[in-house]
Structures are given as structure tokens and as C-alpha cells.
């Protein structure tokens, strides 16, 4: 079983908000930007999926999870059922705000989705990143908490840029019963792992 715990951030204490709010359009616009990793094409489809949720509910198939510091949002992390799957999630995005970063935020912000995903009947999740070399912290961060390499696409973004698709693997079974929407709790916000 991968570990998944709280890296070296153990005295940090973070509030956990699956509650999307109309302000989160600017404050993954601002999370996603501070990161200086994505393109304004990426960091525009970063933000349409928060406003697919605000508009859609959880039937836009998109879930979140902030984490807050003080009242102040630093990482964020969406996900969501595959449709036409059973049990496969992805993994959409993961932030963390650049100051908060290397502290153990992205693992409990993943474990925390795992978590969520496993609740709602997950067995899989998969998250697709480039091969190239920018993104090898992504990688690096992918592997470290436990996700595998389970597909590469050759020349998928252009030539020379392959898709790398992650997978991992939760240790639970299924039912399909299981498999309906994930529990939705607005207003819920819990502190600490
Ligand atoms: C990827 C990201 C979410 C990681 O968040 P983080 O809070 O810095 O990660 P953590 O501190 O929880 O690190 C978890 C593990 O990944 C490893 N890791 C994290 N960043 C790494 C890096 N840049 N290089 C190598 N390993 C890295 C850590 O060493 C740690 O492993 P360990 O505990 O076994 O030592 C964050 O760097 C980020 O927002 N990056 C820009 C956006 C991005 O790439 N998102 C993913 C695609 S949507």
C-alpha cells in the first residue's frame, strides 16, 4: 500500500472545503497563474471547470477540494467520475500555491480526493501529463504518491511531446451500486487530515 501521508507538514493545520464558490473562479485563475507552469489556454480550461460546477452542480461530473490557510486558499484539487465507466476516476487538476509548495500539500490534497473517490466506489484513478522535461516534477510528485505509468502516447501533444497517462490503483472493491454520484456536501469544511 503506497503511503500517503502528511509529508513534513504534519503542524500545519488546513481547512478543507469541497463547497465551490463563485469566487473560486479568480482564485483558481490566481493558483493556476502563481504556478507559472500552464499555458493561458490551459489555465482558461482551469477555470471553465469551475464555472461548469457553479453552473452545473455536481452534475457537471467535476468535483473540488480547497485547502485554506489562514482564510486564504493555497492549492486546490478536481477530479470526477469517467463516464461510462465503472469505478474510473480522473484526476483533473492539482495546485499548490508555489509558497506552500514541497511541504506535503499535493499529497494530502491527493490523498484527500483518494479518499473521496474510494468513498464514492472508486478502484481507479487515472491523471494524464506530458513527457516532457517541465513536467517532470509532475511526474516526479505522480510517482512519489504512488501512481504508475500505465499508458504513453507518442507524439500526443505534438511531435516529439508524448501523453503520459498515470494510474493508481485503490484498494478497495466496487459494487456498481456504488457507483452513483459522489456524496455532495456543500457548505461542508472540515479542519485538519
Ligand atoms: C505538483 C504539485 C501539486 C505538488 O505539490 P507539493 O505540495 O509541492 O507536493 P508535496 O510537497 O506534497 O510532495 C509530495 C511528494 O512529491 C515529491 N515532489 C513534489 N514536488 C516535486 C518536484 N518538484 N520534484 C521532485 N519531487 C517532487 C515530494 O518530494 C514528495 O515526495 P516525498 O514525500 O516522498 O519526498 C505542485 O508542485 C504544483 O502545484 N505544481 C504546479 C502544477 C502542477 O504541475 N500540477 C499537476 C498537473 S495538473
Redesign the pocket.
Given at each position: 500500500m503506497t503511503h500517503c501521508g502528511d509529508?513534513?507538514?504534519l503542524a500545519t493545520s488546513y481547512l478543507w472545503r469541497e463547497e465551490v464558490r463563485p469566487e473560486d473562479v479568480e482564485v483558481v485563475w490566481k493558483l493556476v497563474t502563481a504556478?507559472g507552469?500552464?499555458s493561458d489556454q490551459e489555465r482558461d480550461v482551469a477555470v471553465e471547470l469551475v464555472e461548469e460546477y457553479l453552473r452545473r452542480g455536481p452534475a457537471s461530473g467535476y468535483r473540488f477540494l480547497f485547502a485554506e490557510l489562514d482564510g486564504r486558499p493555497v492549492?486546490y484539487v478536481c477530479y470526477g467520475p469517467i463516464p461510462c465507466t465503472v469505478g474510473s476516476f480522473d484526476l483533473?487538476?492539482?495546485?499548490?500555491?508555489?509558497r506552500?509548495?514541497?511541504?506535503?500539500?499535493?499529497?494530502?490534497?491527493?490523498e484527500h480526493a483518494e479518499q473521496r473517490i474510494k468513498r464514492a466506489g472508486g478502484r481507479h484513478v487515472y491523471?494524464e501529463?506530458s513527457g516532457r522535461a517541465q513536467?517532470?516534477?509532475?511526474r516526479?510528485?505522480y510517482e512519489?504518491?504512488g501512481y504508475s505509468v500505465a499508458a504513453a502516447l507518442a507524439d500526443f501533444y505534438y511531435p516529439g511531446d508524448p501523453k503520459i497517462v498515470y494510474r493508481k490503483v485503490l484498494s478497495q472493491g466496487v459494487s456498481c451500486s456504488d457507483v452513483a454520484a459522489l456524496p455532495e456536501h456543500p457548505g461542508t469544511a472540515t479542519r485538519g487530515l
Open positions: 509529508g513534513g507538514n504556478t507552469f500552464f492549492g483533473y487538476w492539482i495546485v499548490v500555491d508555489p506552500q509548495q514541497r511541504r506535503g500539500l499535493g499529497r494530502r490534497l491527493l491523471v501529463t513536467y517532470a516534477p509532475t516526479a510528485f512519489r504518491c
